[in-house]
């Protein structure tokens, strides 16, 4: 029974950071209909370049004092992941908006597999994983049998703020509008006054500055980092998106969590243990597209190509 | 670009003039200032003229060849003379851009191609210059489509031009393979000297397209199609007496054509059927896997020793089998989320091996001493000796290879042009509308992926055997995306394409070892900046290209109306 409760804690924390980075799966997605595979690697480098903030720009007196440094670091991360996302919707994605659908899909692989080796090659001794400082406070919270990282509850305590701060935004604000507009009918919103280039930019940093905040915050509850990460887990996160229903904020975030749950449970209590548990995942994910293509929350009647 | 070319207009004929002397003095002039860290530049790049007046040789004599075809065709009365200058421009601009950048990172900085210790070698410098020279002049000349021959051959003259054709394709592929030499640290420049030779090649290729000579015999080998594929096929066999045939080149030639093969299959996926297929490497593991069990090989659970066309036969219909089951999400799915299915597929599969499931892919150790082919016999990693000519070791798996490309080229040909290839490519193109058509879309799809699976299976088979171990690190995500990028480099739904995809991106790291760790970054850009620039691949499909380049309202490409091609340059 412990085991299971602590499992169910562990899982609710990788739900956690698997939706940070789903939202920006689904808002994409939502917008121009393209799977960002690179946005993974948006998550990897928001890691890493926390890193080099904290390695480079923090000053020595303050690292050990959290509260100081962990925004620092947060901010750090965060501009590159935008930065990087900028750059990638600018040059790569920007030119191919009215391309055949296969063509943007595959710049997307060719971003992502360029981003993990450009930051395995040129980030000092990336080749192997690099130990992040735990700017956090240290010690676990214990609830009964269950034990949790401070860092892991910061991890679910800024998830959730930020869902609903996001979900919000979208609801109530005037770009968040222009973003749902946008997402519903590209030409009408044109045509009612909304600049689609403005809208598409808004999404891939709004997507990136969280995917930032999730590499920052990865990096302290596990600290360790690697380049392989922004794939394995942004392909959990992109099922989450599915899970809920692309698209859909709230179904993103509902996805994160089941899918963080089916991993920590499933590598507990599958046959073959941790070493399948991204198998079960993927089972979740086949089954999902098969029975509803839609995810839970998604609208089945938009026609998907 | 129309306006760069309406300025240049009046000065556009000295201008590649002015081009195609330079080139020739640049190939004349030094080109480094001492030699270099790891030994002189080859080819005596470090001599002065007047030391060695004839002694041009290697990308030397490539440049001086290009300046001289630049003033014939100048001042020739050849068609598309615009389009053909332009592609000798690029050429010259390639050797010399790749030759300068090697002789400045090889250790010579700067001063290696401009002046150092009282000796000045500038013929770098004025090689490029000379490039763009040419290549604004050629635009500035008018560049029209590549023009079309009305000549037409008696059928004996036509054979005759045909095997011509194809020993020089031959002699330029024993050469291509073996430019620069084999790569490694005793060989520090063999990249720069691969790259400039494809430079060169790419440049001559790209002007013998635009005159026309390219399309015309492409129409002569359509019209005598068994003829043609009876010479290639005895052309591709006879690569082992050539310059190629050692046993390193047998070696390097053999996985080319593995991958070749293996990419034609994928080919069918994505090139016909459009569904983007990403953990298609998994199929050719299963094969690879299933085929060492079956041939006895030490570590082998199963225990049985079966003939190779046996076990190759069931390792490809158990792949198959696996396409099947992984194809049959599409009936469902479609397009990116397809996508993220066949990735989730091979994911699974290179867990699972890793883990050893079922103790059949032995985890991380592999599955060592898969026993080598024989054949009455005759083992296939051994010399051959035909006659009084020894081949070497190898040369048995290259015939092997070379035998199952043709077997998988003609199979896609076959299928291509027959009912089933007509509804993929319909699909590919609207699906909704292939249904209102008639098409039984889920079953055809689930066909591409069977296909394309059971001939990955069957080079997994062959694989096994040539390398003698299975591990599942050969078979990782991103060998899928290798094997996709030669797919889309070479030309979604072409043959020749993805042949020539594979090739590049094969032969590429073997010649470059000192960049390999660059290698998947580069592969990575690559696909970005194809999918920019050149969507439809190196050697296009004919339906696809139009499809891929976006069509102008009179139906005619717009790639080929309104130029962006960049072929000297991407090689």
Same mark, same amino acid.
């Given at each position: 029974?412990?085991?299971?409760?602590?499992?169910?804690?562990?899982?609710?924390?990788?739900?956690?950071?698997?939706?940070?980075?789903?939202?920006?799966?689904?808002?994409?997605?939502?917008?121009?209909?393209?799977?960002?595979?690179?946005?993974?690697?948006?998550?990897?480098?928001?890691?890493?370049?926390?890193?080099?903030?904290?390695?480079?720009?923090?000053?020595?007196?303050?690292?050990?004092?959290?509260?100081?440094?962990?925004?620092?670091?947060?901010?750090?991360?965060?501009?590159?992941?935008?930065?990087?996302?900028?750059?990638?919707?600018?040059?790569?994605?920007?030119?191919?908006?009215?391309?055949?659908?296969?063509?943007?899909?595959?710049?997307?692989?060719?971003?992502?597999?360029?981003?993990?080796?450009?930051?395995?090659?040129?980030?000092?001794?990336?080749?192997?994983?690099?130990?992040?400082?735990?700017?956090?406070?240290?010690?676990?919270?214990?609830?009964?049998?269950?034990?949790?990282?401070?860092?892991?509850?910061?991890?679910?305590?800024?998830?959730?703020?930020?869902?609903?701060?996001?979900?919000?935004?979208?609801?109530?604000?005037?770009?968040?509008?222009?973003?749902?507009? !946008?997402?519903?009918?590209?030409?009408?919103?044109?045509?009612?006054?909304?600049?689609?280039?403005?809208?598409?930019?808004? !999404?891939?940093?709004?997507?990136?500055?969280?995917?930032?905040?999730?590499?920052?915050?990865?990096?302290?509850?596990?600290?360790?980092?690697?380049?392989?990460?922004?794939?394995? !887990?942004?392909?959990?996160?992109? !099922?989450?998106?599915?899970?809920?229903?692309?698209?859909?904020?709230?179904?993103?975030?509902?996805?994160?969590?089941?899918?963080?749950?089916?991993?920590?449970?499933?590598?507990?209590?599958?046959?073959?243990?941790?070493?399948?548990?991204?198998?079960?995942?993927?089972?979740?994910?086949?089954?999902?597209?098969?029975?509803?293509?839609?995810?839970?929350?998604?609208?089945?009647?938009?026609?998907?190509? | 670009?129309?306006?760069?070319?309406?300025?240049?207009?009046?000065?556009?004929?000295?201008?590649?003039?002015?081009?195609?002397?330079?080139?020739?003095?640049?190939?004349?002039?030094?080109?480094?200032?001492?030699?270099?860290?790891?030994?002189?530049?080859?080819?005596?790049?470090?001599?002065?003229?007047?030391?060695?007046?004839?002694?041009?040789?290697?990308?030397?004599?490539?440049?001086?060849?290009?300046?001289?075809?630049?003033?014939?065709?100048?001042?020739?009365?050849?068609?598309?003379?615009?389009?053909? =200058?332009?592609?000798?421009?690029?050429?010259?601009?390639?050797?010399?851009?790749?030759?300068?950048?090697?002789?400045?990172?090889?250790?010579?900085?700067?001063?290696?191609?401009?002046?150092?210790?009282?000796?000045?070698?500038?013929?770098?410098?004025?090689?490029?210059?000379?490039?763009?020279?040419?290549?604004?002049?050629?635009?500035?000349?008018?560049?029209?489509?590549?023009?079309?021959?009305?000549?037409?051959?008696?059928?004996?003259?036509?054979?005759?031009?045909?095997?011509?054709?194809?020993?020089?394709?031959?002699?330029?592929?024993?050469?291509?393979?073996?430019?620069?030499?084999?790569?490694?640290?005793?060989?520090?420049?063999?990249?720069?000297?691969?790259?400039?030779?494809?430079?060169?090649?790419?440049?001559?290729?790209?002007?013998?397209?635009?005159?026309?000579?390219?399309?015309?015999?492409?129409?002569?080998?359509?019209?005598?199609?068994?003829?043609?594929?009876?010479?290639?096929?005895?052309?591709?066999?006879?690569?082992?007496?050539?310059?190629?045939?050692?046993?390193?080149?047998?070696?390097?030639?053999?996985?080319?054509?593995?991958?070749?093969?293996?990419?034609?299959?994928?080919?069918?996926?994505?090139?016909?059927?459009?569904?983007?297929?990403?953990?298609?490497?998994?199929?050719?593991?299963?094969?690879?896997?299933?085929?060492?069990?079956?041939?006895?090989?030490?570590?082998?659970?199963?225990?049985?020793?079966?003939?190779?066309?046996?076990?190759?036969?069931?390792?490809?219909?158990?792949?198959?089998?696996?396409?099947?089951? =992984?194809?049959?999400?599409?009936?469902?799915?479609?397009?990116?989320?397809?996508?993220?299915?066949?990735?989730?597929?091979?994911?699974?599969?290179?867990?699972?091996?890793?883990?050893?499931?079922?103790?059949?892919?032995?985890?991380?150790?592999?599955?060592?001493?898969?026993?080598?082919?024989?054949?009455?016999?005759?083992?296939?990693?051994?010399?051959?000796?035909?006659?009084?000519?020894?081949?070497?070791?190898?040369?048995?798996?290259?015939?092997?290879?070379?035998?199952?490309?043709?077997?998988?080229?003609?199979?896609?040909?076959?299928?291509?042009?027959?009912?089933?290839?007509?509804?993929?490519?319909?699909?590919?193109?609207?699906?909704?509308?292939?249904?209102?058509?008639?098409?039984?879309?889920?079953?055809?799809?689930?066909?591409?992926?069977?296909?394309?699976?059971?001939?990955?299976?069957?080079?997994?088979?062959?694989?096994?055997?040539?390398?003698?171990?299975?591990?599942?690190?050969?078979?990782?995500?991103?060998?899928?995306?290798?094997?996709?990028?030669?797919?889309?480099?070479?030309?979604?739904?072409?043959?020749?394409?993805?042949?020539?995809?594979?090739?590049?991106?094969?032969?590429?790291?073997?010649?470059?070892?000192?960049?390999?760790?660059?290698?998947?970054?580069?592969?990575?850009?690559?696909?970005?900046?194809?999918?920019?620039?050149?969507?439809?691949?190196?050697?296009?499909?004919?339906?696809?290209?139009?499809?891929?380049?976006?069509?102008?309202?009179?139906?005619?490409?717009?790639?080929?109306?309104?130029?962006?091609?960049?072929?000297?340059?991407?090689?």
């Amino acid at each position: 029974m412990s085991t299971l409760l602590q499992q169910l804690a562990n899982g609710v924390v990788q739900g956690a950071l698997i939706a940070l980075i789903a939202l920006g799966y689904t808002m994409v997605y939502g917008i121009i209909q393209l799977i960002n595979f690179a946005h993974g690697e948006v998550f990897m480098v928001g890691a890493y370049g926390g890193l080099a903030t904290y390695t480079w720009i923090v000053p020595e007196s303050v690292k050990d004092v959290w509260y100081v440094s962990l925004p620092i670091v947060l901010v750090g991360g965060v501009a590159v992941s935008v930065a990087i996302a900028l750059l990638m919707e600018r040059f790569a994605y920007r030119p191919l908006r009215n391309a055949p659908r296969l063509a943007p899909l595959i710049t997307a692989l060719g971003v992502s597999v360029f981003l993990q080796e450009f930051v395995r090659n040129f980030y000092p001794n990336a080749t192997a994983a690099l130990p992040f400082p735990g700017v956090f406070v240290q010690g676990q919270l214990v609830i009964g049998p269950i034990r949790v990282g401070w860092s892991g509850i910061l991890l679910i305590g800024v998830s959730v703020l930020l869902s609903i701060a996001l979900q919000t935004y979208i609801n109530r604000s005037r770009m968040g509008r222009a973003m749902r507009a !946008t997402a519903q009918d590209p030409d009408t919103a044109k045509l009612m006054g909304v600049n689609p280039d403005r809208v598409i930019v808004l !999404t891939f940093v709004l997507g990136a500055a969280l995917a930032g905040v999730a590499g920052v915050l990865f990096g302290t509850y596990l600290n360790n980092i690697n380049t392989d990460m922004g794939f394995q !887990t942004g392909i959990f996160a992109f !099922t989450a998106a599915v899970l809920g229903g692309v698209g859909s904020i709230r179904g993103a975030v509902v996805g994160a969590f089941i899918i963080g749950l089916v991993k920590t449970l499933a590598g507990q209590y599958m046959p073959g243990g941790t070493q399948y548990d991204y198998v079960w995942i993927f089972v979740v994910l086949i089954l999902v597209l098969v029975f509803r293509p839609q995810g839970l929350f998604g609208e089945p009647e938009r026609v998907r190509a | 670009m129309s306006k760069l070319a309406n300025t240049i207009k009046p000065f556009a004929r000295p201008l590649a003039i002015l081009g195609g002397v330079l080139l020739i003095v640049a190939a004349l002039l030094p080109w480094v200032t001492f030699a270099l860290n790891s030994g002189k530049y080859p080819d005596l790049a470090t001599l002065q003229f007047f030391d060695a007046p004839f002694a041009v040789t290697g990308f030397r004599w490539h440049i001086l060849l290009l300046g001289v075809l630049v003033l014939i065709a100048v001042f020739a009365p050849i068609p598309s003379k615009g389009r053909v =200058v332009r592609s000798l421009g690029w050429g010259g601009l390639a050797v010399a851009l790749i030759n300068s950048i090697f002789i400045t990172t090889e250790g010579g900085g700067l001063g290696a191609i401009t002046a150092a210790d009282g000796n000045a070698a500038f013929g770098g410098i004025v090689g490029i210059v000379a490039g763009i020279a040419v290549i604004l002049g050629g635009t500035g000349i008018g560049i029209e489509l590549p023009a079309k021959w009305k000549v037409k051959l008696s059928t004996p003259l036509a054979y005759l031009v045909l095997v011509v054709t194809f020993a020089a394709v031959l002699f330029a592929v024993a050469q291509t393979l073996t430019a620069g030499g084999q790569g490694g640290p005793a060989n520090p420049y063999a990249g720069g000297l691969f790259l400039s030779f494809l430079g060169f090649a790419a440049g001559l290729l790209t002007a013998l397209n635009g005159i026309g000579l390219i399309g015309w015999i492409s129409e002569l080998s359509e019209k005598h199609r068994v003829f043609s594929v009876v010479v290639l096929l005895a052309c591709a066999l006879l690569l082992p007496f050539t310059n190629a045939g050692s046993e390193y080149w047998m070696t390097v030639a053999a996985n080319i054509g593995i991958y070749a093969a293996t990419a034609i299959g994928l080919n069918i996926v994505v090139g016909l059927a459009g569904l983007l297929d990403l953990g298609y490497v998994a199929f050719m593991g299963i094969g690879a896997v299933v085929a060492a069990n079956l041939s006895g090989a030490a570590a082998s659970k199963v225990g049985i020793d079966l003939p190779f066309p046996i076990a190759a036969v069931i390792a490809a219909i158990i792949a198959g089998i696996f396409g099947a089951i =992984v194809g049959s999400p599409t009936l469902r799915v479609r397009g990116d989320y397809l996508a993220i299915v066949t990735l989730a597929f091979g994911e699974i599969f290179t867990r699972s091996a890793q883990n050893n499931i079922g103790g059949l892919t032995n985890g991380a150790n592999a599955i060592p001493g898969v026993p080598p082919l024989d054949l009455f016999g005759k083992e296939f990693n051994e010399p051959l000796n035909i006659g009084s000519v020894e081949l070497p070791s190898g040369v048995l798996y290259y015939v092997l290879i070379v035998l199952l490309v043709a077997a998988v080229m003609a199979i896609f040909a076959n299928l291509k042009f027959s009912r089933i290839g007509r509804a993929w490519i319909a699909i590919r193109e609207d699906e909704d509308a292939a249904r209102a058509m008639g098409i039984k879309t889920g079953k055809a799809k689930i066909l591409a992926f069977l296909v394309g699976a059971t001939l990955a299976g069957l080079a997994g088979a062959v694989f096994a055997h040539k390398n003698g171990t299975v591990s599942y690190e050969s078979f990782k995500f991103l060998e899928s995306v290798t094997l996709l990028a030669a797919v889309i480099l070479g030309g979604m739904g072409s043959i020749p394409g993805a042949v020539l995809g594979a090739s590049l991106l094969f032969v590429l790291p073997e010649k470059l070892r000192e960049f390999s760790d660059y290698r998947l970054m580069i592969f990575g850009l690559a696909l970005v900046l194809i999918m920019r620039f050149r969507p439809q691949g190196l050697v296009p499909d004919r339906h696809r290209r139009a499809e891929l380049a976006g069509e102008d309202v009179g139906g005619v490409p717009v790639d080929e109306v309104h130029e962006h091609d960049t072929k000297g340059a991407t090689a």
